[in-house]
T-cell receptor
Framework: GQQLNQSPQSMFIQEGEDVSMNCTSS?????WLWYKQDPGEGPVLLIALYKAGELTSNGRLTAQFGITRKDSFLNISASIPSDVGIYFC???????????FGTGTSLTVIP | DSGVTQTPKHLITATGQRVTLRCSPR?????VYWYQQSLDQGLQFLIQYYNGEERAKGNILERFSAQQFPDLHSELNLSSLELGDSALYFCASTRPRYGYTFGSGTRLTVV
């Protein structure tokens, strides 16, 4: 299957700090998604990106679809304790195909 | 509530046994995807169904099988269970240009 490299693997930050994480692939994707997963729960969709260069925001979250279509970035501004969780990127090669997931970035926010 | 229903939420069984996990997609969604998430691992794609037909296969073991019924609910059958099959199993449904909506998962523990 496709390999999505997500970094960093984990982050420990102070409340109020900004967070950046990214996802890269050797393949060109036509859709990128970002999910957050709380312990024991299913991943929840945060942001969906459908076009190269697209920049989309959802509250304090902003994600971008890389120009090369092989990467995507997620930024969280002014982190708060409830941002704690595992963030996954997911890429889709073509419409109707399955999504491939990154290995996740574990975020810990220290109050 | 994501609209995707998975049952049971927890399952404990012995090695060598067989279990069935059930998923009801969100109303109107035709596609169902099954994923396995082992401890501290990302989401591994198992299989996809679309309107009752198998559409794609991922890293699904031969001991595992799935089907989607006319009412669009899906079942994932896991047989000859091994300790290493212990994991969270998620199903997701999707509609065009929306990405996945995940259920809350079934936690399978094989003892």
């Amino acid at each position: 299957g496709q390999q999505l490299n997500q970094s960093p693997q984990s982050m420990f930050i102070q409340e109020g700090e900004d967070v950046s994480m990214n996802c890269t692939s050797s393949s060109i994707f036509n859709t990128w998604l970002w999910y957050k997963q709380d312990p024991g729960e299913g991943p929840v969709l945060l942001i969906a990106l459908y076009k190269a260069g697209e920049l989309t925001s959802n509250g304090r979250l902003t994600a971008q679809f890389g120009i090369t279509r092989k990467d995507s970035f997620l930024n969280i501004s002014a982190s708060i304790p409830s941002d704690v969780g595992i963030y996954f990127c997911a890429g889709q090669l073509g419409t109707g195909n399955q999504f491939y997931f990154g290995t996740g970035t574990s975020l810990t926010v220290i109050p | 509530d994501s609209g995707v229903t998975q049952t049971p939420k927890h399952l404990i069984t012995a090695t060598g046994q067989r279990v069935t996990l059930r998923c009801s997609p969100r109303s109107g969604d035709l596609s169902v995807y099954w994923y396995q998430q082992s401890l501290d691992q990302g989401l591994q794609f198992l299989i996809q169904y679309y309107n009752g037909e198998e559409r794609a296969k991922g890293n699904i073991l031969e001991r595992f099988s799935a089907q989607q019924f006319p009412d669009l609910h899906s079942e994932l059958n896991l047989s000859s269970l091994e300790l290493g099959d212990s994991a969270l199993y998620f199903c997701a449904s999707t509609r065009p240009r929306y990405g996945y909506t995940f259920g809350s998962g079934t936690r399978l523990t094989v003892v």
